[in-house]
């Protein structure tokens, strides 16, 4: 009798662990390097321009979803808020220690002839296609995901011409427990591994 309330009292645990606190999180996204990029000066120049970053999600507001297993919903949203300025400030911000100035840049069409016009070495635009965490949590573990998809368009004055990556990376993962944190280290890790392969060779 009692090894069978010491069982129901294990299993209560774990449901308690699977199941975060109902409501909305906040994610701070950053960006942090984990390579050395000596060459991105003499590619994109001193000064990068930042064009108005796009998002192209159907649902903007948040950035991920966890289901505990009591059937409660916690969404995510991304800190800074909305997610392009997110991921914008970040580069800003990871940038810098290399040397390259990022500056606002009103508008760009894309399209190589309007570099000649514009006041930077090059101008960077993202579009944001996907980026969306899905948490399902059950009585003893919880499944995450999280899919990010960027198009990268990199106008560089000095060839005349625009680079385009599409990059998508996915991730799954099993956890006992889902918290804010890990989701949030989950994703920061995905924007690592997308731009540090971009900036060690943006075109």
Not at 51 to 74: C, M, Q, V, W
Not at 90 to 106: E, F, M, Q, W
Request: charged residues 25%; aromatic residues 10%.
């Amino acid at each position: 009798m009692k090894s069978n309330r010491w069982l129901i009292i294990l299993c209560l645990g774990f449901f308690v662990l699977g199941c975060a606190k109902a409501g909305t999180h906040s994610l701070t996204l950053r960006y942090q390097p984990t390579k050395e990029f000596s060459s991105l000066q003499a590619k994109v120049g001193s000064t990068l321009g930042m064009a108005p970053f796009k998002d192209e999600r159907r649902e903007i507001t948040y950035i991920g979803l966890h289901t505990t297993a009591r059937g409660d919903s916690n969404y995510f949203k991304s800190h800074p808020f909305p997610l392009d300025r997110a991921i914008q400030e970040s580069l800003s911000d990871a940038l810098s220690r290399y040397g390259v100035k990022t500056i606002s840049v009103s508008h760009w069409d894309g399209k190589p002839e309007s570099l000649k016009n514009m006041e930077t070495d090059s101008v960077l635009m993202i579009e944001i296609k996907k980026f969306w965490t899905d948490g399902k949590a059950s009585t003893f573990k919880t499944t995450m995901k999280a899919t990010v998809q960027l198009v990268i368009h990199l106008g560089v004055k000095r060839e005349a011409k625009v680079f385009t990556r599409n990059v998508e990376v996915e991730r799954e993962m099993t956890v006992a427990r889902s918290t804010p944190e890990r989701v949030e280290t989950m994703i920061n890790q995905i924007l690592t591994d997308i731009f540090d392969a971009f900036f060690s060779n943006p075109y």
